[in-house]
């Protein structure tokens, strides 16, 4: 049986939209495998935990003397080193105090959700 002539292979590269659709998709469905992964998810929870972390103690670094009460915020601990005339550290204005405070209140509202989470598992 002789075979007829074959047909040369396509040459053209693939479309920039087809490429980037194919990309799309490779990644849908990494991310989805990884949103039903129980180690990546406990592995993003510890990240979590460690970039608030990070972000408690830089906040506490920017404060003056970098001290004051758990819990107390960055607002408070800025408000109690100008009264005691003990600030080294010019106080920060009140936006960066606001801002800061409003992140603080951020991290522990995403940290109480995140422990929430963890407790339906």
Do not use: C, F, N
């Not at 949103?35 to 990070?54: H, S, Y």
């Amino acid at each position: 049986m002789t075979k007829g002539p074959r047909e040369p292979p396509d040459q053209r590269p693939p479309s920039p939209d087809r490429v980037a659709q194919d990309w799309i998709t490779l990644w849908e469905s990494e991310l989805a495998a990884l949103a039903t992964d129980r180690e990546a998810q406990e592995v993003m929870l510890r990240l979590v935990g460690l970039w608030a972390k990070t972000a408690r103690t830089a906040v506490a670094a920017m404060t003056p003397a970098g001290h004051g009460a758990a819990g107390d915020g960055p607002a408070g601990r800025a408000r109690s080193a100008a009264s005691s005339g003990t600030a080294s550290a010019p106080v920060a204005s009140d936006a960066g105090v606001a801002a800061i405070g409003r992140l603080e209140r951020r991290i522990a509202e995403l940290e109480r959700r995140l422990a929430e989470l963890e407790r339906r598992d």
